[in-house]
């Protein structure tokens, strides 16, 4: 349907008051207080490259909200507030869009404070969300750049075949599990898997100064990659899994997996090394550059 931009804002005003201390949708800007250090996303999810022209336009707003979450969840943080800008043609629903990304919000307690709509060619989606340290973790925020030499590679739960399965549409930020990781001191660093993990892990080694090694025969391998293809790659490169990627302290692994409360299982899939550079185990365990590469968005 057009896109009615005055009915629009007044449907989401209505269904979206203000938290008590704060100002909302309606103004010119959203304001907040904050309590703390604050840290701040914004992610951006385009037709043609994150999602096909058929796709339910609830599924894409709820896919916009839930992987601007993962960025909330990659740093341990908890959900303040969020803002959206719609750029949104004629031919796309705008009040199914902002349905399915508002309750993909609400289902994480994070208000939708403002934003902007507008008419255009193709549709894009843009979530900017903010959230704070969570006081069970003393307010601490996990970087990048935390990890140390010697630090295990662990993943939470199954990675591949988002893609193929259509899974891409519905990422399950893991808020709760990050916060959980906040906690403990021996996790040195965290980020989320949204370009597949031989992409991923070596961003996370670069930006904590070190290489990586990974071990492509103990990933995790989700059960929608089919048997008949290369399991270990498409769980590898697939990308668009938005599980846990952390860097934690050697010796505290086994305390790491018994005290693990969620769901999700965890998999020690490398290391980082003191030397630059990323790394993979071959099936004879030598040491090999890592050549395969994660996913890329196209258009189509």
Do not use: N
């Not at 934003?115 to 340290?133: F, N, P, R, Y």
């Not at 668009?240 to 990627?245: A, I, K, S």
């Not at 018994?258 to 030598?286: C, H, K, N, Y």
């Amino acid at each position: 349907m057009p896109l009615d931009e005055a009915s629009l804002i007044r449907a989401l005003t209505a269904a979206h008051p203000a938290p008590p201390g704060t100002l909302g949708i309606g103004d010119d800007c959203c304001v907040w207080t904050p309590k703390g250090p604050t840290c701040l996303s914004v992610d951006a999810i385009a037709e043609g490259r994150h999602f096909t022209a058929d796709a339910d336009p609830r599924l894409v707003g709820r896919k916009a909200a839930a992987a601007a979450l993962s960025d909330l969840a990659a740093m341990g943080a908890v959900p303040v507030g969020a803002a959206v800008s719609l750029s949104c043609p004629g031919r796309w629903d705008a009040a199914a869009i902002m349905a399915g990304l508002s309750a993909e919000l609400a289902r994480h307690a994070c208000p939708l404070l403002g934003g902007d709509t507008t008419g255009a060619d193709s549709l894009v989606v843009s979530v900017t969300v903010w959230g704070e340290g969570d006081p069970a973790a003393q307010g601490r925020l996990l970087r990048r750049d935390g990890g140390k030499p010697g630090d295990l590679l662990v993943v939470s739960g199954t990675l591949g075949g988002s893609l193929r399965s259509g899974r891409h549409l519905t990422p399950e930020p893991r808020l709760a599990e990050g916060r959980w990781l906040a906690r403990h001191g021996f996790v040195h660093a965290l980020m989320d898997l949204s370009d597949g993990l031989a992409a991923d892990a070596p961003k996370l080694a670069e930006a904590s100064g070190c290489g990586c090694l990974l071990l492509p025969e103990q990933v995790p391998v989700h059960d929608d990659v089919p048997q008949i293809s290369d399991t270990v790659t498409s769980a590898m490169c697939d990308g668009e899994d938005y599980e846990l990627l952390v860097a934690v302290e050697a010796s505290q692994w086994p305390t790491l997996q018994l005290a693990w409360p969620f769901d999700e299982p965890l998999s020690v899939i490398g290391w980082l090394l003191p030397e630059a550079g990323a790394w993979m185990e071959d099936r004879q365990q030598r040491r090999v550059p890592l050549v395969m590469r994660g996913y890329e968005h196209r258009d189509g």
